[in-house]
């Protein structure tokens, strides 16, 4: 493990700017149609429960990360293969995501980039920054998450005064009933984007106070980040109509180009594609880190840095070959939350924690 200490307020910043990610600038719930907020809400409830795991798993092994613990519960051998498993999980995780910030950055404002190119310079910049530390990582996030705060407000004042906001587009409310919202809550608000938490289990570790404001500040920033995302969705509802929100690929983009007022506020898309940027960023680094402590552990490199660059080419490779297209990318991740992520993100965890509390009955 890196010698380094993560505040209570450098760990919010990082879930919730993880959580939030390409989440919040993509269509969730849509198939919930008006009331995809109520479904996003619902999975909240589902996405408390299953970082809760975490932290449980957390304090019954608090100077471990997850490769540690999985060897202290399982044995040796077998704890060994699962944890390899798991860098392939988070190396994965993070080509997806490089892969889907660099499709949304093209398709909106980088037209004429290759891909290569734009991919290229993501994960240059995030292996610089992990070369550096997990702390300095940290101290970014933190600047970041105030910095698109203070957008998100400046935004969401302009929006409503701009008078493109039309509360009767959410009307009425549970038009179709539960069946629909509960529907989208179990296939795919529940999941995502919680369960690609498990990467913080190699991060808790590094929380430097015992008084339990860390671990509150995790659950806050699951719960803001819920927040956020539900809100995200209903305002995209309420200005561009349910139906428009659900075919676009890039609902918030689209929303905040609506804004104008008079003939000096416009053209506030920056502000979206700076989101994008810095939350892709954080959401990749993270995955990235997590792979390369699981491997550095697992194979006992003395220096996780040395791993940076060759897990940075694994990622960047991978990621330029997963998909045809940014449709087919959501179409599989569909496939993978019931699948991989389901397995990784809440299976294992769960099971991990049932022997390990048993194991402490039975001493």
């Given at each position: 493990?890196?010698?380094?200490?993560?505040?209570?307020?450098?760990?919010?910043?990082?879930?919730?700017?993880?959580?939030?990610?390409?989440?919040?600038?993509?269509?969730?719930?849509?198939?919930?149609?008006?009331?995809?907020?109520?479904?996003?809400?619902?999975?909240?409830?589902?996405?408390?429960?299953?970082?809760?795991?975490?932290?449980?798993?957390?304090?019954?092994?608090?100077?471990?990360?997850?490769?540690?613990?999985?060897?202290?519960?399982?044995?040796?051998?077998?704890?060994?293969?699962?944890?390899?498993?798991?860098?392939?999980?988070?190396?994965?995780?993070?080509?997806?995501?490089?892969?889907?910030?660099?499709?949304?950055l093209i398709s909106s404002v980088l037209d004429?980039?290759?891909?290569?190119?734009?991919?290229?310079?993501?994960?240059?910049?995030?292996?610089?920054?992990?070369?550096?530390?997990?702390?300095?990582?940290?101290?970014?996030?933190?600047?970041?998450?105030?910095?698109?705060?203070?957008?998100?407000?400046?935004?969401?004042?302009?929006?409503?005064?701009?008078?493109?906001?039309?509360?009767?587009?959410?009307?009425p409310v549970l038009g179709n009933g539960w069946?629909?919202?509960?529907?989208?809550?179990?296939?795919?608000?529940?999941?995502?984007?919680?369960?690609?938490?498990?990467?913080?289990?190699?991060?808790?570790?590094?929380?430097?106070?015992?008084?339990?404001?860390?671990?509150?500040?995790?659950?806050?920033?699951?719960?803001?980040?819920?927040?956020?995302?539900?809100?995200?969705?209903?305002?995209?509802?309420?200005?561009?109509?349910?139906?428009?929100?659900?075919?676009?690929?890039?609902?918030?983009?689209?929303?905040?180009?609506?804004?104008?007022?008079?003939?000096?506020?416009?053209?506030?898309?920056?502000?979206?594609?700076?989101?994008?940027?810095?939350?892709?960023?954080?959401?990749?680094?993270?995955?990235?880190?997590?792979?390369?402590?699981?491997?550095?552990?697992?194979?006992?490199?003395?220096?996780?840095?040395?791993?940076?660059?060759?897990?940075?080419v694994i990622v960047l490779l991978m990621s330029?070959?997963?998909?045809?297209?940014?449709?087919?990318?959501?179409?599989?991740?569909?496939?993978?939350?019931?699948?991989?992520?389901?397995?990784?993100?809440?299976?294992?965890?769960?099971?991990?924690?049932?022997?390990?509390?048993?194991?402490?009955?039975?001493?």
């Open positions: 493990m890196e010698k380094a200490k993560l505040s209570p307020g450098q760990l919010f910043s990082l879930i919730l700017l993880f959580d939030t990610g390409t989440a919040i600038i993509r269509v969730l719930a849509t198939k919930a149609e008006k009331d995809a907020w109520i479904a996003i809400l619902l999975g909240l409830v589902g996405g408390m429960l299953i970082f809760s795991v975490y932290i449980s798993l957390y304090r019954l092994y608090p100077k471990l990360p997850l490769s540690g613990y999985i060897r202290a519960i399982l044995g040796q051998k077998l704890g060994w293969l699962l944890g390899v498993l798991y860098v392939l999980f988070f190396i994965h995780g993070a080509a997806r995501d490089l892969r889907e910030g660099s499709d949304l004429q980039t290759p891909e290569i190119v734009v991919s290229a310079v993501m994960i240059l910049s995030i292996a610089y920054v992990l070369n550096k530390g997990i702390e300095v990582l940290a101290r970014t996030a933190l600047i970041f998450a105030f910095t698109l705060g203070a957008l998100a407000v400046i935004s969401n004042l302009l929006m409503y005064f701009s008078g493109i906001v039309e509360m009767d587009h959410l009307l069946l629909p919202v509960l529907n989208v809550t179990l296939k795919q608000t529940i999941q995502f984007p919680y369960e690609e938490l498990i990467c913080f289990t190699m991060l808790l570790p590094y929380m430097n106070n015992t008084s339990g404001r860390g671990i509150r500040a995790g659950f806050a920033a699951v719960l803001t980040s819920g927040i956020l995302l539900s809100y995200s969705s209903a305002t995209n509802i309420a200005i561009l109509g349910a139906q428009i929100a659900e075919r676009a690929t890039f609902p918030l983009l689209y929303t905040i180009s609506l804004i104008s007022i008079g003939d000096f506020v416009q053209r506030l898309d920056v502000f979206v594609v700076l989101t994008l940027i810095v939350g892709d960023f954080f959401k990749i680094a993270i995955f990235f880190y997590a792979g390369i402590m699981a491997a550095t552990d697992l194979f006992q490199v003395p220096d996780y840095r040395k791993l940076v660059v060759p897990i940075g330029l070959v997963l998909s045809g297209n940014f449709a087919e990318q959501i179409e599989e991740g569909d496939i993978l939350l019931f699948t991989v992520f389901l397995t990784f993100g809440l299976g294992i965890p769960l099971v991990l924690w049932m022997v390990a509390k048993l194991g402490k009955l039975m001493k």
